[in-house]
């Protein structure tokens, strides 16, 4: 089962948090696939499209076309990013049916992390150790575009040592919403407020999620009000055996 | 609305009382429509999602076949249509029928329709005395606010505001007990049926096999307004038809479910025509006006042509963290909520909130509690893509779309993005020691003002996965030029046989 998985990190794991990435390829890595990263990759062009700037966006995901031509699998530690290159690549090529049949081809490889593991490599236990009393955030765009609920609980409540709380209004948002989070920094700060007003009652120590946008958010929250309570990609608490 | 978006967010996000009415009611209404969809009803409720998308989807496709439809069955009951451009036709036609009937005084059901077109301003205008008859737009009409919700126009408002407002304008003794506020406005209201001329409604559906106006309701009130007066006037938007009677068992449990947690509403009426040789009750003439006001527009945008299949249920603000914290009145227009984010840029046109659309996180819960299916976040991208088109129209120095032009450029060589980070590293202030960042000036001084901003890493990934493996990354290096040298040697080739 030596399948070759291409990484596509994103541009926010690249320049903030390498060791997302790093924990993604040694999961895949573990279980046996080939990792390849390739070094032309920058972004998917979401924060561009979400402006309403879409000739910037469409630029950006012609880029990964090209980049990631000819992968067979491709996976990503951001819901977010894997729903904007599934769900709205196709609409920015429209109008170019080579670009359009191209981006068809790409959207049914790629996958968000714990997608991948659960639904493409059927795996829910790999066998990490990290101890902790975690609660999962579901970042919107890996529940409502992606329907990634069960997926992410499901490789957590198999890591030991790990107890994992739920938090009243998981599903909510967290209120980063990309340029949104300074465009309406008032609306965006309370939406945070609720979020870890919900955490700090379950008492966990740590926040997982899947999208490294919403941890950034939360982290800067916690961090803000000086809270001893940990942020963690999944692929982190996955990695540590 | 004199002060802008901005501000009268501000305002609500400041005023504790109202964040707590608003989030409390809320929750109620949200709550009560989750006991309603969830299991062991989950998979029937999805499916009447589904089949009420269909219905409104194939009515629009085909609304002009419809429209004809029901002008012919209205007439053979003795009504009479009434085909309104704009809010302004509308509102011409209503003081047209007030002055041939001699009205001068109409009583009015719940009618977002008639906000839209801004009808009692128009009423009291000419003489005519509006008296809304539904509980909580009864009491925005006392306290002289616009609705708060699509469904709920009272929701803000707490019972001793209503109490207090009672006692002023009612001339009543002070007093929160909501049994005896309700009957209170009952008295009030009871005279103002028995002495109206004319009764205005909206309508939930108008089906066009029958010409019936369907419309529900808790309070009966509507009952009255419909059926005392001598006139009835319902003003419909053009998107409220349904093909046949039958469409009704789909939305009729998705609308109740959807809005208050109901099954169904206490009352639902079908009112077709005016009132016939030997029926003891309904009005003398019965007009139907169907209102364009921009749906026509909507109809012919293929993308945005979903947002017509609303049927005003209020779902999608109950869920919305942002409704949720800004409140109805910081939205421009007479809708508010995400579904109003949607709606009053494509009823207004060019000169509305260009910021509305971008008031959203893109979370996408609207989406998802929408009966219809409306795809809400993605009505809201094709709205902001038509803000920045026309912003930037003629503005070659637009900041932000020169920005974007950069950042696009930068993001398609990945070598420049890399130095880019290199340069990010040596210039941006860090703590040194991997600490987040309190302050930081330019665009992210908004983002630092509630929270910490994570310093660039030390090393990036690509930096990272190189040393990581330094086998891996020469390799993926040799193979691309490897294939660049491929490509070269094969043009060349290609040259000499031509």
Known sequence: ?241 | MSSSFHERIDVALRDLTLQSSIQSATARFAEGRRDQVEEPTFGEYQQLRTAANQIKRHTLDNLDYYLEQVETKVVEHGGEVIWCYDGDSAVKAILRIAREHGVSLAVKSKSMTSEEVGLNEALEKEGVEPVETDLGEFIMQLSGERPYHIVAPALHKTRAQIAKLFSEKLGIAYDEEPTRLTMAARRVLRDKFQRAEMGISGANFVVAESGAVVLVENEGNIRLTTSLPRVHVALAGIEKIIPRAGDLAVFLKLLGRSASGQRLTSYTSFLSGSRRDGEISGPEKFYLLLLDNGRSRILADHEKRQTLYCIRCGACSNICPVYRRIGGHAYPGAYSGPIGAILTPQFQGAGHEPELPFASSLCGACAEVCPVKIDIPRMLLALRREVKKAETRDRPFHWEKVGFRVWSWVMQRPKLFEQLGFFAQAVLPSSGRGEWLGSLPGPLKAWTGSRDFPPLAPRSFRQLWRARRPRAATLERESVARSEQTTSRSDSAGRRHA
């Open chain 1, 1 to 241: 089962m030596s399948q070759r998985v291409s990484l596509f990190v994103t541009c926010l794991v690249d320049q903030l948090f390498p060791e997302v990435g790093l924990a993604m390829a040694e999961v895949l890595e573990r279980l046996g696939y080939e990792t390849e990263f390739r070094e032309a990759q920058t972004c998917c062009g979401q924060p561009a499209f979400n402006s309403g700037f879409v000739a910037e966006a469409r630029g950006v995901a012609r880029h990964f076309l090209n980049v990631f031509d000819g992968a067979e699998v491709i996976v990503v530690p951001s819901g977010s990013c894997c729903s904007m290159i599934r769900h709205h690549f196709a609409g920015l090529f429209h109008k170019d049916a080579s670009s359009k049949q191209a981006t068809e081809n790409l959207a049914a490889r790629v996958y968000e992390f714990s997608e991948f593991l659960v639904e493409v490599a059927g795996i829910e236990d790999v066998g990490a150790t990290f101890p902790a009393t975690a609660t999962y955030h579901d970042s919107c765009h890996a529940l409502r575009d992606l329907k990634l609920k069960e997926q992410p609980r499901r490789l957590l409540r198999n890591v030991r040592q790990l107890e994992l709380r739920e938090m009243e209004l998981a599903e909510e948002c967290c209120g980063f919403g990309g340029t949104f989070s300074v465009k309406f920094e008032d609306i965006s700060a309370d939406m945070l407020d609720s979020k870890i007003e919900a955490i700090l009652r379950t008492g966990a120590d740590t926040v997982v999620s899947i999208d490294p946008s919403c941890l950034m958010q939360i982290r800067g929250g916690l961090s803000r009000r000086r809270l001893p309570v940990q942020t963690k990609h999944l692929a982190e608490i996955l990695a540590s055996a």
